[in-house]
């Protein structure tokens, strides 16, 4: 099983970015962003259901980041708008059968995203 991250890279404050989590070897029913912030824990993004229709946001990142996923191609997407110097750190996918919220089986290897201010 593995998680391929990507899309991560430098932009500035106000700007967007892609980023994309592609999974092989599993189907998750749950599909999460968590990310890690330099000197800080790692933290929850969003996370997204099988069907899309449920998804959880950090208060953080409401009304800025969009999760979404496609099935046929096993990838989930967070699309990053409004970007802050607070959003650098290194964003990791997560694949699992849990709740949105709970414990998360597998994690990709991470993309850095560097917003400047």
């Known amino acids: 099983v593995q998680l391929q991250a990507s899309g991560g890279g430098l932009v500035q404050a106000g700007g967007s970015l892609r980023l994309s989590c592609a999974a092989s070897g599993r189907t998750f029913s749950s599909m999460g962003w968590f990310r890690q912030a330099p000197g800080k824990e790692r933290e929850f993004v969003a996370a997204?259901?099988?069907?899309?229709?449920?998804?959880l946001y950090a208060d953080s990142v409401k009304g800025r980041f969009t999760i979404s996923r496609d099935n046929a191609k096993n990838t989930v997407y967070l699309r990053m708008n409004s970007l802050k110097s607070e959003d650098t750190a290194v964003y990791y996918c997560?694949?699992?059968?849990?709740?949105?919220?709970?414990?998360?089986?597998?994690w990709g290897q991470g993309t850095l995203v560097t917003v400047s201010s």
């Open positions: 997204i259901s099988w069907s899309g229709g449920n998804t």
């Open positions: 997560a694949g699992g059968w849990g709740t949105l919220s709970g414990n998360y089986d597998y």
